[in-house]
């Protein structure tokens, strides 16, 4: 090949480089004109939430401490969300619930003196001023400011759900398998709410290429008797969860605090809570399963008093359920099963067991029809007695939720 000839390609080559660089220049010009032009990201706000009302009939040995054991009609969960995005990185979240209570709550059932909260009161927005009417309370389940940077960092600040189990975080009736909760739920062995800043976050295949990690961490006022803390002790915990594609997910819980009334009711306390459970979705069955535990030591002096007038232990309370819901192929039905042990002190005896079977209904995703049955035992193991006399509870409701 001459010079001539390898000069001419040379110059073929410049003259190529020259275009492309034209072309990359223009390009980038445009691509910084079009941005400049592109608008800003609207503010959005979205409005969503769930409902629940059914009837039921609890049924027991011992009526003292129920309201009623009659067969009735029930007003449940009037939830609605409320989230505002100004901007891609930041956000609220609001969760309120609408209730009729507290009008005809009892109080000092037991006592030689019961009555009812009574809510009652005149209404001049209608007519002439005769009418009647009974307020309702609202229920702050959680509302915060957010800031998530990307999904491995983000940012709370406010009132969240403590991360804690399966059931507290999405705890809307849609979500949830059975119509009653767990008592690890129920007397708060993990506190639901908390007031302080939680981080929170997820790694995708952060242990292995198989298994994601989210993690929350959070330090909060903790249990407190009034709308502020009352100490400079403050509640510290976190939860971690191991989740794959074959929809397996492994969660651990712990949290640490105090709580002190010394002020009002002389009651101080410092408290551990852990937590573990497991969620398995095998297409149509769906296993649940959960183990709490909550080691509380009184401060000397300072006892909780119970129902049967004597001091509250130091204690560690326990609860277990395993829990399994199939979705028969091809029909709108579910049914499930359920068994529960509870370990505390109470003057009913120190271990309530729990068994329970359910069906669910889906009519649409978004509509579905629970109905549920619970037998609940109470035995003192010290002592335990199958007789009649020993207390028992039975429980029959039903629920229509539609999400929203």
């Known amino acids: 090949m001459t010079l001539e000839v390898l000069e001419a390609k040379l110059d073929a080559l410049q003259q190529r480089v020259t275009e492309q660089a034209t072309k990359i220049a223009v390009l980038e010009a445009t691509s910084d004109v079009t941005a400049a032009a592109a608008p800003a990201a609207e503010p959005t706000f979205d409005l969503h939430g769930f409902i629940d009302m ?22 449940g969960n009037i939830n609605f969300y409320f989230t505002f995005k100004p901007t891609p990185h930041w956000s609220s979240l609001t969760e309120i619930r609408f209730t009729t209570a507290p009008d005809g709550q009892p109080v000092g059932i037991g006592t030689a003196t019961p009555s009812r909260i009574n809510t009652e009161f005149t209404d001049p927005a209608n007519g002439i001023g005769d009418d009647r009417s009974r307020w309702g309370a609202i229920v702050l389940e959680r509302a915060y400011i957010e800031y998530q940077s990307s999904h491995s960092f983000g940012l709370r600040v406010g009132a969240f759900l403590t991360p804690f189990g399966i059931w507290n975080v999405d705890h809307g009736s849609p979500t949830v398998i059975p119509i009653v909760r767990p008592e690890s739920m129920t007397q708060e062995l993990f506190p639901k709410h908390q007031v302080g800043v939680e981080l929170f976050g997820s790694h995708p295949e952060a242990l292995s290429k198989a298994w994601d990690l ?4 959070y330090v909060s006022n903790g249990r407190t008797p009034a709308q502020v803390d009352t100490t400079e002790d403050k509640m510290f915990g976190g939860r971690l969860v191991m989740t794959n594609a074959q929809h397996v997910a492994l969660g651990v819980s712990a949290m640490y605090g105090s709580y002190d009334d010394l002020a009002i ?6 408290e551990l809570g852990l937590s573990a459970d497991v969620s398995i979705d095998l297409e149509a069955l769906r296993l649940r399963a959960e183990l709490t535990a909550r080691d509380i030591h ?27 819901a199939y979705r028969i192929p091809h029909t709108r039905f579910e049914p499930y099963v359920w068994a529960e042990a509870y370990r505390v002190h109470d003057i009913v005896g120190d271990l309530q067991l729990n068994a329970s079977v359910g069906l669910n209904i889906y009519f649409t995703p978004a509509i579905q029809l629970k109905l549920q049955t619970l037998y609940a035992r109470f035995f003192d193991t010290k002592d335990i007695d199958l007789s009649s006399t020993q207390e028992y509870e039975l429980f029959v409701g039903t629920r229509l939720v539609m999400g929203l």
């Open 214 to 217: 989210e993690y929350h961490a």
């Open 298 to 324: 009184y401060d000397a002096g300072h006892h909780a008093i119970t129902v049967d007038g004597a001091a509250a232990p130091n204690e560690w309370q326990t609860d277990a359920y395993v829990l399994a």
């Open 54 to 75: 059914g009837a039921q009939r609890t049924m027991t040995n011992d009526a003292t401490n129920f309201e009623s054991t009659a067969s009735t009609f029930v007003l």
């Open 265 to 270: 009711t002389h009651v101080a306390y410092r």
